[in-house]
């Protein structure tokens, strides 16, 4: 199976994880290996449990961390403390969340991630449950122009979904390029300037297949939970939906006091949880960018527990 991927931003993560050699570390999204390696390579008498959801990473993860102090198991990362605790593990030094899909699976035209390639609609990270083509063809067009607004951001989301609903009245849609023509069929042509018609529509209805707002959510608290003090959460978004909750999340964790400015005394009790490794996200060097142009929308933000 080749499995292809170029880890983005890979030197500045590793570097904003300060692996410590005996150390316990997460990679709740290991998908190629290529962080994952990097961490495991770094510990002696440590451990890192490699988390994907994707059997056909889970398989290759094993096979590239052959020999390393690395356990690689098949879960989301929204269950990485159950993960953990199955391994008699309950406290961790940094954990990594890349939240990009792989290249492989953009490039795999079977696995129907790609607008581009002719597949069945699937986009199921996990190989099961509900796929692209039950959203397509039983979603109400309510539901879908939803999908595609709250998840996509994209403005013609109502033309689209009465689209697609007239469409699969006729025969029903089953592949990515049939998707793609019905989206595009929708789009007014001066709107087609700001790339393919059916980008964001795509991402969309990935995000919704994968509840992938809903697991990042419940991640988020359960990550920062299992860090031992001065452990480090380090997290890459790739839209700005995903980013968006990171930000506010780890505002509220480096948030204190929260009584009214005009309370003499701080009655709430309320100190910081943790603080910001850096001020801004990290994004892509221009070398980075010009060797993998899909790493140009990532974002690395960091957080270290107090």
């Not at 792989?102 to 129907?112: K, M």
């Not at 996990?126 to 959203?135: C, P, R, V």
């Not at 689209?163 to 849609?173: G, L």
Request: aromatic share 6%; proline share 4%.
């Amino acid at each position: 199976m080749e499995f292809n991927h170029i880890s983005v931003l890979l030197n500045e993560t590793i570097e904003a994880l300060c692996i410590k050699p005996d150390g316990i570390y997460i990679d709740g999204t290991a998908g190629g290996a290529g962080h994952s390696k990097e961490i495991a390579k770094r510990l002696n008498n440590g451990l890192l449990l490699a988390l994907d959801q994707d059997p056909d990473a889970v398989a290759v993860a094993t096979e590239r961390l052959k020999g390393l102090p690395a356990k690689v198991i098949q879960s989301n990362f929204a269950n990485m403390n159950k993960a953990a605790e199955n391994e008699g593990i309950y406290k961790v030094d940094g954990i990594l969340l890349d939240l990009g899909v792989s290249s492989y699976q953009l490039d795999t035209a079977e696995r129907g991630f790609s607008y581009h390639k002719e597949s069945r609609l699937d986009m199921r990270m996990s190989q099961s449950g509900l796929s692209a083509e039950d959203i397509v063809n039983d979603f109400t067009s309510t539901e879908l122009a939803d999908i595609f607004w709250r998840f996509g951001e994209e403005k013609f989301s109502r033309k689209i979904a009465d689209k697609i609903v007239n469409e699969r009245q006729k025969a029903r849609i089953t592949t990515t390029t049939q998707l793609a023509e019905i989206i595009a069929s929708a789009y007014p042509a001066a709107a087609r300037r700001d790339g393919h018609p059916a980008r964001k529509c795509f991402q969309a209805i990935r995000i919704a297949v994968n509840a992938e707002l809903d697991r990042l959510n419940e991640a988020l608290d359960i990550a920062f939970d299992m860090l031992n003090k001065d452990g480090v959460l380090a997290i890459i978004t790739f839209h700005s939906l995903e980013d968006r909750m990171v930000k506010l999340r780890f505002k509220e964790y480096c948030t204190g006091c929260t009584c009214p400015p005009d309370c003499p005394v701080c009655v709430c009790g309320k100190t910081p949880r943790g603080h910001l490794l850096h001020r801004k996200p990290i994004e892509p060097s221009t070398d980075e960018l010009e060797n993998n142009p899909r790493s140009r929308s990532a974002k690395l933000r960091v957080i270290v527990k107090n």
